[in-house]
């Protein structure tokens, strides 16, 4: 069962995330800052986040990491093409706690031809917890069908 907050529980500029998949609905409701050069992703920190000792789990935290350097990424890139990871590295600094804003600030460090590289960090409430990179490998457009 997932807490449910008051809007002004969630910092501005956040509004509901629109990408959503079964990998991320046990996490709803996900926030989203769409950036010019980045999106954000944030939630505050409830029960099927976090683990037996009441933190929030590493998973949560790499696939949401994962998924706003992907985003993020992707704005720099001509439609249709898109983004799939090939390479996911994190690093576990500290602890968010249930009931923390945790937020994922992702910064696009370059964007090739063929590949992408994203960092990103982690923070529960304004104080790092975790930072990673990644590697996206560009599809380009699909032939017709």
């Known amino acids: 069962m997932s807490a449910t907050f008051a809007p002004l529980d969630i910092p501005a500029g956040f509004a509901p995330h629109a990408r ?4 991320t609905a ?3 409701p ?3 800052r769409l950036l010019p050069d980045a999106v954000h992703i944030g939630f505050r920190a409830a029960a099927p986040h976090t683990n037996s000792r009441h ?3 590493g998973g949560p935290l790499a696939a949401l990491a994962d998924n706003a350097k992907g985003l993020s990424c992707g704005l720099g890139l001509p439609e249709p093409a898109g983004p ?3 390479n996911l590295t994190m ?5 968010a706690g249930l009931g923390q804003w945790v937020e994922v600030r992702p910064l696009v460090t370059r964007l090739g031809g063929s590949l992408a ?13 975790a930072s990673g990179s990644a590697v996206f ?6 032939a017709p069908a």
Not at 20 to 23: E, I, K, Q, Y
Not at 91 to 95: E, L, N, T, Y
Not at 118 to 128: E, G, K, L, P, S
Not at 137 to 142: A, K, N
Request: charged share 20%; proline share 2%.
């Open 20 to 23: 959503r998949s079964g990998l």
């Open 26 to 28: 046990p996490w709803e």
């Open 30 to 32: 996900l926030y989203a």
């Open 55 to 57: 933190f929030v789990h």
């Open 84 to 86: 799939v990871t090939v």
């Open 91 to 95: 690093d576990f600094v500290a602890s």
């Open 117 to 129: 590289f994203a960092t990103a960090a982690v923070f529960a409430d304004d104080q790092i917890c």
């Open 137 to 142: 490998r560009v599809l380009g457009r699909r």
